[in-house]
């Protein structure tokens, strides 16, 4: 049997991988654990949304309206992230909706210039982002704002584990394929902990953000085998962006 110090080694390098891989934060030297450090990536997510927290209460001390704290906030996310997943979900919209056949898709998504579907996709998702995150600082109280942050952070980063491990690769080059395909257990593993980290930041209000990004992560994975024939690393980022609007947008319906 593993002794304790190989499964916290272990742990550890997954932690690490998790975080290199979803984030531009700078980190010491590490080992990759590839796919299977899909587990830890809700843990990525909480950490993110504890940081996106801190930007929100320091502007909301400094007496900034909660529309300029929200900029703020999605603004220091992307940062972090260095737009990865806002760059996979303006790639999806061109190539699911840009073309005819699922080789043009997928050469359309690998494409860097963005289209008019990639830009309307950014606008509109960031906006509806925005308006719910702005709804939820200035109805939500204090410290309920703020630990539904870090639950966003960590349910928003499920479906990517979720769809990398119930889609084949359609590409069989890029990112997703070189980390690999996480498996069932690791999906499940990812599942649960981020639905443990938002009912511990957000209550039971996390059970209905639950079913919010579950809807929106079937109907993209739907949306991507029935025209790519799987998924991609742009198919991953966009389910976040939509996970994240999704369960912001419960939020903000319940803080009203």
């Known amino acids: 049997m593993p002794d304790l110090r190989d499964i916290t080694a272990?742990?550890?390098?997954?932690?690490?991988?998790?975080?290199?891989?979803?984030?531009?934060?700078?980190?010491?030297?590490?080992?990759?654990?590839?796919?299977?450090?899909?587990?830890?990536?809700?843990?990525?997510?909480?950490?993110?949304?504890?940081?996106?927290?801190?930007?929100?209460?320091l502007g909301m001390w400094l007496g900034l309206t909660p529309g300029v704290v929200a900029v703020l906030v999605l603004a220091?996310?992307?940062?972090?992230?260095?737009?990865?997943?806002?760059?996979?979900?303006?790639?999806?919209?061109?190539?699911?909706?840009?073309?005819?056949?699922?080789?043009?898709?997928?050469?359309?998504?690998?494409?860097?210039?963005?289209?008019?579907?990639?830009v309307l996709a950014l606008v509109l998702v960031t906006l509806a982002r925005w308006s719910a995150l702005e709804a939820v600082l200035?109805?939500?109280?204090?410290?309920?704002?703020?630990?539904?942050?870090?639950?966003?952070?960590?349910?928003?980063?499920?479906?990517?584990?979720?769809?990398?491990a119930a889609l084949p690769n359609a590409r069989g080059s890029g990112l997703s394929h070189a980390t690999g395909r996480p498996s069932p257990r690791v999906a499940l593993v990812a599942a649960g902990l981020g639905l443990a980290i938002a009912l511990v930041f957000a209550g039971f209000t996390a059970l209905p953000m639950l079913a919010a990004l579950a809807l929106t992560t079937a109907l993209l994975a739907r949306s991507a085998r029935a025209r790519i024939g799987g998924q991609t690393g742009d198919i991953l980022g966009a389910s976040q962006q939509l996970a994240e609007a999704a369960c912001l947008a419960v939020l903000a319906a319940c803080a009203d």
């Open 10 to 57: 272990r742990i550890l390098r997954d932690i690490l991988s998790a975080f290199g891989l979803l984030t531009r934060l700078p980190l010491p030297d590490h080992q990759t654990s590839g796919a299977g450090s899909a587990w830890a990536w809700p843990l990525v997510g909480a950490g993110l949304g504890g940081l996106a927290a801190l930007m929100a209460g």
């Open 76 to 118: 220091l996310g992307a940062a972090m992230t260095g737009g990865l997943h806002e760059d996979g979900l303006s790639d999806t919209a061109d190539g699911l909706f840009g073309g005819w056949t699922p080789a043009r898709r997928l050469e359309i998504m690998k494409d860097s210039r963005v289209g008019s579907y990639g």
């Open 138 to 164: 200035a109805h939500a109280s204090l410290w309920g704002s703020l630990g539904s942050l870090i639950a966003v952070g960590a349910l928003a980063r499920v479906p990517m584990a979720v769809i990398m």
